[in-house]
Each structure stands twice: as structure tokens, then as C-alpha cells.
């Protein structure tokens, strides 16, 4: 079925670096651009990027521009979102999710998120 | 960036209420607007796009309605399920797309 798989939980420390993993399967992974959403506790959704796995093009959220890397492999039909420089503000639950066919930008199907907790 | 405000931010109903939200932005949107339905622990579930398509799988008590600023999501006939938290969301072609702060839908 369709589906998006994610990482595991991990713990960076401040100042580290943290990547995840969003693995796509049941559709066409070139054919549909992924999206990264992040949650912090007890918070609303907020937009972090954009990649088009045909080609690798990426769009970030200004915010977060220069310690934000999506990056893709299509031989593995995965997606990477890599956060730099991290500090407590970063601890969040982060998805990756995809657009809906036929939809200027809903969200159909949502990884199953991955909790990073920034602590020392 | 365009602002999206969603009220009221809680509300308390019973099964069988039928319970209205509303999501308000900055800028129109056109009908580029999404809801969705977030239970505690879980990925968020699309319920409305277009503002007012209905997703399929997506029972008909789910109902979108809006365009420009001003959109609502009515539910009708609460039912045990539908307590949870709800998200407005629109996707203007701009980035950043961005969401409403959320609607928490408590049992009374």
C-alpha cells in the first residue's frame, strides 16, 4: 500500500546535527513531491521544505535556511532531511509527507513522524 | 507569510453536536486550503481539500466550506472519533505553506 516509513527516534545533542529518513512505497516516487512538517510538544505544524525526487530540487522555509539539507536517493526511493546546528527549539516530532494527486497541495500521506529530542 | 488563524482554539461538545470551526487568512488563499483531523500521538489525516473536497474514505459529517479568507469545517453528528484536534492549512502556491494554530475538540 501507499505508504511512507520513517527513521527511528533519535537524541543530538545541542550543536549536533540530526537525519531522517522517509522512505516511499506503493506509488511512483519520482512522480510526487515530499514535503517535511515538524511538531513541537504540544504545538502546531510547522512547513519546513520541499523536494522533488526528479531532479533533487528544494525549497526551505527562510527560517530555517542554511542548517536545513533535503537531499534524495532514487535507487532507494528515500528522502533525507538533515538539520544542523541543533538547539531545544529544534526538539520536535518531524513528518515528511506527500501532496495529493490532483491537489494544489493537501497532504494524502504522512510518515509515521520521528521524535528528536535535543538534550545534552 | 501568510498568517492562518483558526477559532475557537477549544471547544467542548457531546456526541450527536453538530460543531463548527473556522480558519482565517492573512491573504486570500483562493480555495488552496486543507484540513485535517490529529489524534495524540498519530500523523495528522486529511479530511478536506480544495477547501471543500471530501477525501475519500472520509465520512460525510466532514464538511468544508469557503474561499478568499474565510473557511469552516462543520461536523455534524459528533461522533466518540471525532474528539481530537483539528488543522487548517493552505497551500497557496508561495512558500512557506502554513497552518493554523489548531482546534481541540473536547468532549463536554
Known amino acids: 500500500q501507499v505508504q511512507l516509513v520513517q527513521s527511528g527516534a533519535e537524541v543530538p545533542k545541542p550543536g549536533a546535527s540530526v537525519k531522517v529518513s522517509c522512505k516511499a512505497s506503493g506509488f511512483t516516487f519520482t512522480s510526487f513531491y515530499l514535503h517535511w512538517v515538524r511538531q513541537g510538544p504540544g504545538q502546531g505544524l510547522e512547513w519546513m521544505g520541499i523536494i522533488n525526487p526528479n531532479g533533487g530540487s528544494t525549497s526551505y522555509a527562510q527560517r530555517l535556511q542554511g542548517r536545513l539539507s533535503l537531499t534524495r536517493d532514487t535507487s532507494t526511493d528515500t528522502v533525507y532531511m538533515e538539520l544542523s546546528s541543533l538547539t531545544s527549539e529544534d526538539t520536535a516530532v518531524y513528518y515528511c509527507?506527500?501532496?495529493?494527486?490532483?491537489?494544489?497541495?493537501?497532504?494524502?500521506?504522512w510518515g509515521q513522524g520521528t521524535v528528536v529530542t535535543v538534550s545534552s | 507569510d501568510i498568517q492562518m488563524t483558526q477559532s475557537p482554539s477549544t471547544l467542548s461538545a457531546s456526541v450527536g453536536d453538530r460543531v463548527t470551526i473556522t480558519c482565517r487568512a492573512s491573504?486570500?488563499?483562493?480555495?488552496?486550503l486543507a484540513w485535517y483531523q490529529q489524534i495524540p500521538g498519530k500523523a495528522p489525516k486529511l479530511l478536506i481539500h480544495?477547501?471543500?473536497s471530501l477525501e475519500s474514505g472520509v465520512p460525510s459529517r466532514f464538511r468544508g466550506s469557503g474561499s478568499g479568507t474565510e473557511f469552516t469545517l462543520t461536523i455534524s453528528n459528533l461522533q466518540p472519533d471525532d474528539f481530537a484536534t483539528y488543522f487548517c492549512q493552505q497551500y497557496n502556491g508561495y512558500f512557506p505553506w502554513t497552518f493554523g494554530q489548531g482546534t481541540k475538540v473536547e468532549i463536554k
Open positions: 509527507a506527500r501532496v495529493r494527486p490532483y491537489s494544489g497541495g493537501a497532504f494524502d500521506v
Open positions: 480544495e477547501a471543500s
Open positions: 491573504q486570500s488563499v483562493s480555495g488552496r
